[in-house]
């Protein structure tokens, strides 16, 4: 058969949005710049400020730098598409988006186990944390998760960079996801879907389980305080973390775990922007709103200035 290589796409965006599309634009630009500011204040608050200089501070700094690659990855594509009803990527570029978005994805999730496994230790085993959680192990721990992700993930992206897409190069989305491409591509996807579906099991459930192992583990060490303070306390630690546990996986379940054909397109857009747009928006202002330190910081921040 003839095929014509693509060697673009056409993301749609949100055609039928067309005429609000200076308000859409407008209210998605404040949003962008506020995540940005919020994340790259929530690095600087923990770069230099001596009293956020402990695991919890330095893994979600790392935290903050994935919602800050999510966001700057996804946004600005989908702004262009908003203004000029539609935006045309290259084919490497949108193989390389799929590739960091993937990637933070996977990197997301086991640093938010990595940050449970913390909090595990700062409450069950409180006399021997210092002595566990030391600086080597720190650093072992945030490097592991952006390896796993940047590294696994070639084996999702690969069979996919490898596809044939004849003719159409129009991506209803407004950014290069699995889905799309899939439906887009005359190749065969069958034995990709399959692969993309086995490893996304350890990948995604793996982090999943621990999580909430190690919340059982602290939900029962804080269920005997004695005292109803120490317990409020002891919970206002890490409610910031389960919080920000759940927004994720709640619209990653929502967009991945739900079959795509009983999906329809315009339901999986609005939870793939909870997903890429809001959800790095809520991170900081989480953990800045429910965080005495984070707020003392940024107090003593705003007083030397």
Same mark, same amino acid.
Request: aromatic share 16%; charged share 10%; with cysteine.
């Given at each position: 058969?003839?095929?014509?290589?693509?060697?673009?796409?056409?993301?749609?965006?949100?055609?039928?949005?067309?005429?609000?599309?200076?308000?859409?634009?407008?209210?998605?630009?404040?949003?962008?710049?506020?995540?940005?500011?919020?994340?790259?204040?929530?690095?600087?608050?923990?770069?230099?400020?001596?009293?956020?200089?402990?695991?919890?501070?330095?893994?979600?700094? *790392?935290?903050?730098?994935?919602?800050?690659?999510?966001?700057?990855?996804?946004?600005?594509?989908?702004?262009?598409?908003?203004?000029?009803?539609?935006?045309?990527?290259?084919?490497?570029?949108?193989?390389?988006?799929?590739?960091?978005?993937?990637?933070?994805?996977?990197?997301?999730?086991?640093?938010?186990?990595?940050?449970?496994?913390?909090?595990?230790?700062?409450?069950?085993?409180?006399?021997?944390?210092?002595?566990?959680?030391?600086?080597?192990?720190?650093?072992?721990?945030?490097?592991?998760?952006?390896?796993?992700?940047?590294?696994?993930?070639?084996?999702?992206?690969?069979?996919?960079?490898?596809?044939?897409?004849? *003719?159409?190069?129009?991506?209803?989305?407004?950014?290069?996801?699995?889905?799309?491409?899939?439906?887009?591509?005359?190749?065969?996807?069958?034995?990709?879907?399959?692969?993309?579906?086995?490893?996304?099991?350890?990948?995604?459930?793996?982090?999943?389980?621990?999580?909430?192992?190690?919340?059982?583990?602290?939900? *029962?060490?804080?269920?005997?305080?004695?005292?109803?303070?120490?317990?409020?306390?002891?919970?206002?630690?890490?409610?910031?973390?389960?919080?920000?546990?759940?927004?994720?996986?709640?619209?990653?379940?929502?967009?991945?775990?739900?079959?795509?054909?009983?999906?329809?397109?315009?339901?999986?857009?609005?939870?793939?922007?909870? *997903?890429?747009?809001?959800?790095?928006?809520?991170?900081?202002?989480?953990?800045?709103?429910?965080?005495?330190?984070?707020?003392?910081?940024?107090?003593?921040?705003?007083?030397?200035?």
């Amino acid at each position: 058969m003839n095929q014509t290589r693509v060697t673009e796409f056409f993301l749609l965006g949100f055609g039928n949005l067309y005429n609000f599309r200076i308000v859409f634009f407008n209210l998605f630009l404040i949003i962008f710049l506020f995540t940005v500011m919020g994340n790259l204040l929530i690095i600087v608050l923990v770069s230099t400020n001596v009293h956020l200089q402990s695991p919890m501070y330095y893994f979600l700094c *790392h935290l903050s730098f994935s919602d800050l690659v999510t966001s700057t990855n996804i946004v600005p594509n989908m702004l262009g598409a908003i203004l000029l009803g539609g935006m045309i990527v290259t084919y490497l570029g949108c193989i390389i988006q799929f590739y960091f978005f993937s990637g933070t994805i996977i990197t997301e999730c086991y640093l938010l186990s990595v940050m449970s496994y913390d909090r595990y230790l700062a409450i069950c085993n409180p006399l021997r944390y210092s002595s566990i959680m030391h600086f080597k192990l720190q650093i072992c721990l945030s490097v592991w998760p952006w390896l796993v992700g940047l590294t696994v993930n070639l084996i999702g992206v690969m069979p996919v960079s490898n596809y044939n897409f004849c *003719h159409d190069n129009i991506i209803d989305h407004f950014y290069c996801d699995f889905f799309p491409l899939q439906k887009l591509s005359c190749s065969d996807t069958s034995l990709v879907e399959l692969e993309a579906f086995l490893f996304s099991l350890p990948l995604f459930i793996f982090p999943c389980g621990l999580i909430i192992v190690t919340y059982v583990y602290i939900f *029962h060490t804080i269920l005997k305080i004695p005292s109803t303070t120490g317990k409020q306390k002891t919970f206002s630690t890490c409610s910031s973390h389960l919080i920000v546990v759940g927004t994720f996986y709640g619209t990653l379940i929502a967009k991945y775990m739900i079959p795509s054909k009983e999906q329809s397109m315009l339901i999986n857009k609005i939870v793939s922007l909870l *997903h890429t747009v809001f959800t790095p928006l809520f991170n900081p202002i989480i953990y800045s709103l429910r965080n005495q330190d984070i707020k003392e910081a940024l107090k003593k921040l705003l007083t030397n200035h």
